[in-house]
């Protein structure tokens, strides 16, 4: 930059002759801008910039604009798949660096590995075709055990069943979350009938089908009764959900009943089962004794949750910045830590009760801190995160325990058989527990096909009795128990291949049709 004084009386020329020096004046067409500045001097400044500078501006604007622009990267399946095979190589480096040989090829953290991946993609591919992720899930674990793909061996047989105990723990406290209080207290008397007599008239009904059929043990006959009553929040309250926003059933709070007694239906189903398991397991004790025992456990589960939820409700304070990750946290890590550790004590169902009841009444105490949480329970919204990574470690970890070529075809022939006697029950029951709900025959219809779906509950659980089976065959267990154990296990497989793709199907094509329309 130039500068010209004409007047330069005021100032000494000699006190700085390197910054001041007396110019001509510019001519008229320099290009030169006159201005005076404060002290009255005329200044001429050259307005051209550093041509050098000037390019160096601009690149670094158009620097900014690309990043800025996420260089044209546009927002498209491939660029989301592109995104995923990076991150999945930055997991297997992690794997390599922490488990070294059995991070490779044919190694149990590699067959793990590629278990997850490939149950990730099925999900999303049978997502596309409007099927229920977890049923591609389920498939692959199947296809890759039967063909030898994947296979365990060593501790990571035992680190694949706490797995699945984690999921549970997952399952178990978003159930409790998905419980509304003000639901309950409304239709109090039509949601416990329609969530507690269908799930025990297909438990009855299955465990006889079950005894006779098969001659399988009562105790094991109720067992497999009350694995395959549960339905599934997992296939079922994602459609209901659809059907909602779009007006279909509002009329009556169809969505809201089904949702809310599923909820109820889950829990009931998965403490008779723990009931019934200790029962099976509990060497030494009489029928009696098991069944104290287990009221004993079921309360003690209450108390324990009830603990807990105090505790959840208390900390962190509701103003603290980073409240939402931490009740998630406190909720989350404490249902996953009952689950866990009462299942390592043989009380199994402390912990599942535990876990519902913590998540319940924490909810109560968070939505009367904070009304805006009965809409959207930001710790829900957290835990549904968590569960769309844990899915398919619960579904290919299960599906991947049956291999295809050690069934008979009879077992399926007969599990087909148990399946239908007990869906048999549930309608029927179905039936009976919504007269004076105030549902037309079509409304009627409609729950009934929502109220059979099966999938996440008989995934988290059919495995447990296998489980003890093998973890205590060298003290207790016989043949036997091993394959009734098995039997349970396939039979709920069944009912998952069976009912979860039917069922999402009909949900989705006659729920316009059953349904009233709510402008």
């Excluded at 079921?298 to 208390?314: C, D, E, K, M, Q």
């Excluded at 989350?332 to 009380?347: D, I, K, M, P, Q």
Aim: glycine share 8%; charged share 15%; with cysteine.
């Amino acid at each position: 930059m130039m500068v010209h004084l004409n007047d330069v009386t005021d100032v000494q020329q000699n006190s700085e002759p390197a910054l001041i020096k007396e110019l001509p004046p510019p001519s008229a067409d320099s290009g030169l801008d006159n201005t005076f500045c404060k002290h009255g001097w005329e200044v001429q400044v050259e307005c051209t910039a550093d041509s050098d500078e000037s390019v160096s501006n601009g690149e670094e604007k158009r620097w900014i604009g690309w990043v800025k622009r996420q260089g044209g990267v546009p927002n498209s399946p491939l660029v989301d798949s592109i995104f995923h095979l990076i991150l999945l190589l930055l997991i297997w480096s992690f794997l390599l660096a922490v488990f070294r040989d059995e991070a490779l090829p044919e190694g149990n953290v590699f067959n793990i590995f590629i278990l997850l991946v490939l149950s990730n993609i099925a999900g999303i591919l049978f997502r596309l075709i409007k099927l229920p992720g977890l049923f591609g899930m389920l498939l692959t674990g199947i296809i890759l055990r039967s063909t030898d793909v994947y296979q365990l061996s060593g501790p990571f047989v035992e680190i694949s069943s706490i797995a699945r105990e984690f999921s549970l723990a997952i399952i178990l406290t978003k159930a409790g979350l998905a419980l509304d209080p003000e639901i309950l207290r409304k239709k109090a008397f039509t949601v416990v009938k329609l969530s507690l007599l269908p799930c025990i008239g297909e438990s009855i009904a299955a465990a006889v089908g079950a005894h006779y059929i098969v001659g399988m043990p009562w105790l094991w006959a109720i067992l497999l009764g009350f694995v395959l009553s549960p339905i599934s929040p997992a296939v079922v309250v994602p459609t209901l959900i659809s059907l909602k926003e779009r007006g279909y059933g509002e009329d009556k709070g169809i969505a809201t009943l089904v949702i809310a007694a599923s909820a109820i239906d889950d829990v009931f189903s998965i403490v008779a089962f723990g009931v019934v398991l200790k029962m099976i397991f509990s060497a030494g004790e009489g029928v009696s004794t098991t069944i104290i025992n287990g009221v004993v456990d079921l309360f003690g589960g209450i108390l324990a949750g009830l603990t807990w939820a105090l505790v959840s409700s208390l900390l962190p304070n509701q103003t603290d910045i980073a409240v939402v990750s931490k009740r998630s946290a406190m909720l989350g890590f404490g249902g996953v830590s009952l689950v866990l550790g009462t299942s390592a004590l043989n009380h199994s169902v402390i912990g599942s009760m535990g876990s519902i009841t913590a998540s319940l009444f924490a909810n109560i105490a968070w939505c009367a801190q904070e009304p805006s949480n009965l809409k959207h329970n930001p710790v829900a919204n957290v835990l549904s995160v968590v569960w769309r990574y844990t899915e398919p470690m619960l579904f290919a970890m299960v599906g991947a325990e049956i291999d295809i070529r050690a069934i008979p075809p009879s077992m399926i022939v007969y599990g087909i058989a148990i399946l239908a006697v007990g869906l048999v029950g549930r309608v029927l029951v179905c039936y009976l527990a919504l007269f004076g709900a105030g549902l037309n025959m079509r409304e009627t219809i409609f729950v009934v096909l929502a109220w059979l779906p099966k999938a996440t509950v008989q995934a988290a659980i059919s495995a447990q009795a296998l489980d003890i089976v093998r973890a205590r065959k060298d003290v207790i267990a016989s043949q036997d128990q091993l394959e009734l154990a098995k039997w349970i296990l396939n039979t709920a497989i069944l009912s998952i291949v069976i009912t979860a793709p039917i069922g999402s199907i009909a949900i989705n094509v006659l729920g316009s049709r059953l349904l009233n329309k709510t402008i």
